[in-house]
């Protein structure tokens, strides 16, 4: 068998797709229908009500791969990029070569975080009502 493309998410990412105007639901529908999620639990949050809750999900639920974390982990992507945008260090949350590269290339810093405000990520833009600042400019 061929190796599969699926994008790999944590149970709060997943929620996501619930929030009214976040999301364009051809896209959610596209992502989940060709190429599949593996959902990794966080804490208390249910990536099985998600699932449940959302038709779009329902629908593609055998495409969706839900892990189970047998150590608890409530440590987010968001709060890595926190803690590194407020000088904290997150030694033992990534790997040591992980924070090198952030270092070296000054990512998640008050100034990079100033410098790309208003930013959209290009596959974003297309539900953009405004002109935008694109990552290319």
């Keep these: 068998p061929s190796p599969q493309l699926k994008l790999l998410c944590g149970a709060d990412f997943l929620s996501t797709f619930k929030i009214p105007g976040l999301w364009l ?3 959610v529908e596209e992502l989940v229908r060709r190429f599949g999620l593996i959902c ?3 804490g ?3 990536p099985e009500r998600a699932v449940h809750e959302s038709d779009i999900l329902f629908r593609y639920r055998q495409n969706i791969f839900l892990v189970r974390e047998w150590v608890r982990n409530e440590t987010s992507a968001t709060e890595v990029r926190r803690a590194l945008r407020r000088g904290l260090s997150v030694k033992y949350l990534i790997p040591d070569s992980m924070i090198e590269y952030i270092h070296q290339h000054n990512l998640y ?3 990079s975080e100033r410098r790309n405000e208003g930013t959209v990520l290009r596959p974003l833009m297309k539900q953009a009502h405004q002109p935008i600042k694109s ?3």
């Design 135 to 137: 990552m290319d400019d």
């Design 40 to 42: 990794v639990s966080r």
């Design 44 to 46: 208390s949050l249910q």
């Design 109 to 111: 810093t008050e100034d």
């Design 25 to 27: 639901e051809d896209h």
